[in-house]
């Protein structure tokens, strides 16, 4: 199983490889569907840290104009890939890099899980009364997971990512903050195979994670996950969708 998860590519944002070894519960508000419907009123949409561009192609009728940025080789190319016969212009940029459009170029930004959200300049491309929407990671999300691996975290590492920061950041960059809800979900990893992929796949949970170097910590969770169960993780998400006032 570890050899096996090691094998596993894990480039883009592709969780299928985990169907039958693992499970996450989904956040009420059904980000992609959401997404969707706001893409459909849109007439120019930036999707900032698409990752491989899996969700903004889920989305069934694209605006007019779309651009994507992401950061990591790997994905920019898988994204292109895939979004450019959308039509999507798909940008390399940094995650702290200044956004490489002009002034109120969109009506529409769009994020799924940044890794930081970089409020001042969503809000210097979004056109007076055009909306952020983004889903985000929470504080100790998969924590259990962490915990397992590097022992207890400090508080303020267990409450980085609170949304209530968010909230602040936003309007400390101009924009109103019209909705934000956040939810703990369940996850469960049934072997340990799927621990060891979702490790390098999400490569900041535990930082500089290798089979080798946790090896005897692995067999001890196979050998837990055998005698109790699935292992449980609780993931946390928030939603929050900002505007810049002006406009109609």
Not at 155 to 174: C, H, I, N, Q, S
């Amino acid at each position: 199983m570890v050899a096996e998860a090691e094998a596993a590519p894990v480039d883009g944002w592709d969780f299928s490889w985990f169907e039958g070894r693992a499970t996450e519960e989904r956040p009420s508000w059904g980000y992609a569907r959401a997404m969707g419907e706001r893409m459909g009123r849109a007439s120019a949409a930036l999707d900032v840290q698409t990752g491989g561009g899996e969700v903004l192609d889920s989305v069934p009728v694209l605006p007019r104009l779309v651009a994507a940025t992401e950061a990591w080789p790997p994905n920019v190319a898988r994204a292109t890939a895939r979004l450019g016969p959308r039509g999507v212009v798909v940008v390399a940029a940094g995650q702290d890099d200044p956004l490489p459009f002009a002034d109120g170029a969109f009506d529409l930004v769009v994020s799924r899980h940044p890794v930081r959200a970089h409020w001042a300049e969503a809000a210097r491309v979004l056109r007076p009364g055009g909306t952020y929407f983004s889903q985000e990671v929470g504080p100790a999300s998969a924590f259990e997971v962490v915990e397992y691996f590097l022992g207890p975290q400090p508080e303020r590492v267990r409450k980085a990512r609170d949304p209530r920061a968010a909230r602040r950041a936003a309007e400390a960059a101009g924009l109103d903050v019209v909705d934000l809800r956040s939810e703990r979900l369940r996850m469960e990893f049934h072997d340990v195979g799927a621990v060891v992929h979702f490790l390098r796949k999400v490569v900041w949970m535990v930082p500089g994670f290798t089979v080798e170097r946790y090896r005897d910590r692995l067999r001890e969770l196979h050998e837990d996950i055998r005698r109790d169960g699935p292992f449980v993780a609780h993931s946390s998400r928030f939603l929050i969708e900002a505007r810049r006032p002006g406009g109609r």
